[in-house]
């Protein structure tokens, strides 16, 4: 019974492709060795126009020979200063960690083969021939490990390929010696010796080559840095918040011109008050007649007088009082008051006409 439910146990392995080595890793935190192209424990030695991006350094040796005509982007060379010697040490913790990671497959020559996510172990050497593809099996995180007792060799021409993605900086090659990459290697990974590493002529390394107490030589190669991204754990759901759209319409603007009014100020028309012309009229002077006659009751002839200055010549004498001639007191006064009525009207006349034209 125990036997049948081991078999099935192994054929359900084998269909799903898992085994103890496809089992999650966390990556290798190399520290601030990181930062780094090329970091060598005695010397580093180039010949050729190498490209390294990233730092370069040395620690505790501080020879660094072949720059120029080696070039460093993105980076600075470190020799025997501080930061290589921190770099040595996080490159320590980093060994160990990786060495020290439970192996999930025993392997020793990979010639042309696939391989997953896992921890892989070589008892001594580790030889890569041909292709050797990694399948990420769809997540950027997932982790290779490789663990060789003794040497890493790969042969001339050979690559490593990275598929479904699987991410160079998450690959890693924990050597228990040294390291030797053969001519024209396309290589991805960080390799973790701790003697030395070799790199020939025309390798291409996309990743890093950290060596702990030996030398790395290199040989007209290029080093890219490897770019990690991350996958997120679960599945993010984007929330969409609506925006409220504010619509603004436009408002027609009336402008008012102010229209100039004319101000009137009122033009004061002189008050024109009757002028009272004093009276002159002189008084009537009675001039009493003395009457040369009288008329009898019977209207007989008036009897002369006799004397004296009128003379009846027996002619009948009017009753009617007669009025003396105008005297010259009474014409001088009538004058006066012609003169000042005149002077009056001349007066009014000539307030009347500005008056007049300043209102129209």
Known sequence: MIGAGATAVALFAWIVG???????????????????????????????????????????????????????????????????????????????????????????????ETLLPGVYTAS????????????????????????AGSTLITASGSSIVLTNSAQACNVFWQVGSSATLGTSTSFKGNILALTSISVTTGVTVEGRALARNGSVTLDNNVFLAPGCATTPTGTATATVTPTETTTVTPTETTTVTPTETASVTPVATPSLSPITVPSTTTPAVAVPLTPSATVPANGAPLADTGGGAANNRGANIDTATHTAPESPARLVSLLAAIIALSATLYLGWTLLIPARRRAS
């Open 18 to 112: 898992l085994a103890p080595a496809y089992a999650a890793e966390a990556p290798v935190g190399l520290g601030t060795a990181g930062s780094y192209a090329v970091l060598g424990g005695q010397t580093v030695t180039n010949t050729g126009p190498s490209v390294l991006n990233g730092n370069l350094g040395v620690s505790p040796g501080s020879s660094i020979t072949g720059f120029p005509p080696g070039l460093v982007f993105n980076g600075v060379i470190h020799a025997a200063d501080p930061s290589a010697a921190q770099a040595q040490s996080d490159l320590t913790i980093a060994y160990n960690d990786a060495a020290g990671r439970p192996s999930g497959a025993s392997v020793g020559v990979l010639v042309s």
């Open 124 to 147: 001594s050497q580790l030889a890569v021939n041909g292709a050797l593809t990694l399948d990420g099996q769809g997540n950027a995180n997932s982790v290779f490990i490789f663990q």
